[in-house]
């Protein structure tokens, strides 16, 4: 079946502005992440949702960025008035059902520039 | 917290051996994973040890030691497609992941 997968696959952005960044899981994964990756670096948690609910949201950085999963499955990471210090690539991943030792399978990512 | 720390790059000829050396700080976790990462690519899934000892998968490998805080992962027969950076990270139904370790095969 399908991957994860994540649109747009590239955003460029103005200071200030507000994006959103989308990921459709595998179908059936009751589990989605986020995680964002900066140059260099390893992903970095960012939220999880178990269905409809953020199960774990003490990742996101600050409250300019808000995910959202209303039917349990599509997600949307939302970014008010972003910042240059945001670009980075945003990575969603999902899992069967949140298990511990569950392998997560990522999307390819959407970069984000912030000009 | 956590914190993970594993060498910035490896490089070595193809067929060679590579070992990726993983040390961890943590208050708790449920197992070590490693995943590989392609340029621009999505980080894959690769090996997974919830319990100390070697888990093996084709040409890759991968060890825990939790008396240690310790693993890594081993490359085997290298070839030149391995060439990306490997991610070792603990599970804690999220994963929290090192810096990365950047491959290079070389012909």
């Known amino acids: 079946g399908a991957g994860v997968s994540q649109t747009p696959s590239n955003k460029v952005t103005e200071k200030g502005k507000y994006v959103e960044l989308r990921c459709d899981p595998i179908?059936?994964?009751?589990?989605l992440y986020w995680y964002r990756q900066s140059l260099g670096q390893g992903p970095e948690f960012l939220i999880y949702f178990q269905g409809t609910g953020a199960a774990d949201d003490s990742g996101l950085p600050n409250d300019r960025f808000f995910a959202v999963r209303p039917e349990g499955s599509v997600s949307t990471l939302k970014i008010q008035r972003t910042e240059r210090g945001d670009s980075a690539v945003y990575l969603c991943a999902s899992s069967f059902s949140g298990g511990y030792q569950e392998t997560q399978y990522f999307g390819p990512g959407t970069r984000l520039l912030v000009l | 917290g956590q914190s993970l720390e594993q060498p910035s790059e490896v490089t070595a000829v193809e067929g060679a051996i590579v070992q990726i050396n993983c040390t961890y700080q943590?208050?708790?976790?449920?197992?070590l994973s490693w995943y590989q990462q392609h340029d621009g690519g999505a980080p894959t899934f690769l090996s997974y040890?919830?319990?100390?000892g070697l888990e093996e998968t084709g040409r890759f490998s991968s060890f825990l030691s939790r008396s240690d805080s310790y693993g890594y992962l081993l490359l085997q027969e290298l070839q030149m497609k391995d060439s990306a950076s490997y991610f070792c990270?603990?599970?804690?139904?999220?994963?929290?992941f090192g810096a990365g370790t950047t491959v290079t095969v070389r012909a």
């Open positions: 990270a603990l599970n804690d139904y999220k994963l929290s």
């Open positions: 040890n919830a319990l100390d």
């Open positions: 943590t208050s708790g976790f449920y197992g």
């Open positions: 179908s059936g994964h009751t589990a």
